[in-house]
């Protein structure tokens, strides 16, 4: 028996590195709607949700490429009403990039420090919605007119994800890039707003508010599902229109020849377009610390 024993390790070593390169590449992913396709619905996200009106802002191209970001949003939204500002980051691609840059890597880069050791996981809960988990941690680079702070929430969700059985599920994971590791198509969406101080907490934060009304909105639009039909990677449709069409489209079938002629066919729903791209990024901090501080100047969206 000892005398195998260097055989079974290595068979061992062989089926955990599989298993490992499998996870972590697309080689089995539940879906073959790409990024691509997906990068559609970004399109559908509204720029205008209750007092907050968005603005959309000019993507880097690379921080486009280094985030991964196959489809963009980078836009601001200013409520009109207490003139409090959030910038959103929404993106698509492939999860072997989207999972990995992240507020604590790229942050630093820029200059700032995070202010937490560790990412806290914030849960949002509202009257209606279901609850939704967030990384945050907050962001300072200290600049000759003052500290310039920064906070961030950001999540991730995963439309091939059988569990969520067709819903939009936002998570965060403490290790994404295995959760993740063999998405296809992943997006990753941050809330990012200047403290007026160290002393704000996550609670005080405008991008709660933000979310509030957003998160709604932003489900709404990426509940459709792409059109899995190569060639047409711009077409959507939702689930209900796509088993309905089907359907209709066997019943009207003629059964012979016969009846075909006398039988009227049925004219398929036509399919929705739609199509656009955007993108951007920035960084906050843990729900429970406190500071000083100063507001400044927004930092450059990061991936």
Known sequence: MVRYSPIILAVLLIVGLTFIEVNMTDRLAGTNVTAEQRAALLDKVPIKVGDWHGDDMPVDPTVRKKA???????????????????????????????SYHTPDVCYP?????????????YPM??????????????FVRNNSSGPQLERVFWNWYNPSNKE????????????????????????????????RDLKETAEQSPCVRFAREFLPEVNK????????????????????????????????KPAETATAEAVPSEKKAPEATSTKEGTYGVYGTNPDEKAPGATIPAAKANP
């Open 68 to 98: 991964g970001a196959v489809g963009a949003v980078q836009r601001e939204y200013r409520n009109v009403r207490t003139g409090e500002k959030v910038r959103l980051w929404l993106i698509v691609g492939h999860a072997r990039e989207v």
């Open 221 to 252: 639009a990426l509940t459709e599902v792409q059109s899995e039909t190569p060639g047409d990677d711009a077409n959507t449709k939702s689930v209900a229109a796509t088993t309905a069409g089907d359907s209709k489209a066997e019943a009207t």
């Open 164 to 195: 969520n059985e067709g819903k939009v599920v936002w998570e965060a994971p403490s290790n994404p890039r295995w959760r993740f590791g063999n998405s296809r198509a992943l997006y990753k969406m941050y809330f990012t707003s200047s403290m």
């Open 125 to 138: 809960v509202f009257p209606d919605q279901p609850k939704t988990d967030f990384l945050t941690n907050t």
């Open 109 to 121: 880069g820029q200059g700032f420090e995070a202010r937490a050791s560790e990412n806290s996981v």
